[in-house]
């Protein structure tokens, strides 16, 4: 089946540094992959869809200067939370559209972020 | 914005039970979705519906695609302790692919 990893699986780092977390498709390949934040105890949210080869489209209220996406090849799409704060601390989830398949998103494990 | 409203928000029952949660709409979906996530990790497809009307069961787990397009169910029959997690319901209105998240059913199951 369609299994799609992250990486790191948890980070913790210091307020004001930079944290990169990736998003792989592993056996197949994903035009749109989507990220999603989820604050303990709540629903995901939709921060931004990233197509592979063309500009993220964030959703409104999300800082595209502060969550930079990038999504080079058709089975990574990188999420960089830039200079990160307190309350950018959250559970971060990726998923992927299978090129040509039907609507079914395939989701990550996700990654824990803490910011110190 | 869209917004999906999920009910119950929790739900504590015995082992055996069955179970019953839905979502409302405000507009039309194209297709309906549950999924559940267990702590620590990321959401697992239970169950799509594709068509008003549709009827779709999965083992244990029966949902529906209401006829009006802006509502679904999920049903558990007959629960076991594994069944603890959260539920959430998701829409897609469009082609786009985006997902609409409910705000989740919280289901803990006592031996």
């Known amino acids: 089946g369609a299994v799609v990893s992250q990486h790191p699986s948890r980070v913790i780092c210091k307020s004001g540094t930079s944290v990169k977390i990736e998003c792989r498709s592993l056996d197949f390949q994903a035009t749109t992959m989507f990220w999603y934040r989820q604050f303990p105890k709540q629903s995901l949210m939709l921060m931004a869809t990233?197509?592979?080869?063309?500009?993220?489209?964030?959703e409104q209220g999300v800082e595209k200067d502060k969550f930079l996406i990038n999504h080079a090849s058709l089975t990574l799409s990188t999420l960089t939370v830039t200079s990160a704060h307190p309350e950018d601390s959250s559970f971060y989830i990726c998923s992927a559209v299978a090129t040509g398949d039907s609507y079914e998103q395939y989701f990550g494990p996700g990654t824990r972020l803490t910011v110190t | 914005g869209q917004q999906l409203n999920q009910s119950p928000q929790s739900m504590f029952i015995q082992e055996g039970e069955d179970v019953s949660m839905n979502c409302t709409s405000s507009?039309?979906?194209?297709?309906w979705l549950w999924y559940k996530q267990d702590p620590g990790e990321g959401p697992v497809l239970l169950i799509a519906l594709y068509k008003a009307g549709e009827l779709t069961s999965n083992g244990r787990l029966t949902a529906q695609f209401g006829i009006t397009r802006k509502d679904s169910f999920l049903n558990i029959s007959a629960s076991i302790p594994s069944d603890v997690g959260i539920y959430f319901c998701?829409?897609?209105?469009?082609?786009?692919?985006?997902?609409?998240f409910g705000s989740g059913t919280r289901l803990l199951v006592r031996p």
């Open positions: 990233s197509n592979e080869g063309s500009k993220a489209t964030y």
């Open positions: 998701a829409g897609q209105a469009d082609s786009s692919y985006k997902l609409i």
């Open positions: 507009s039309i979906f194209n297709t």
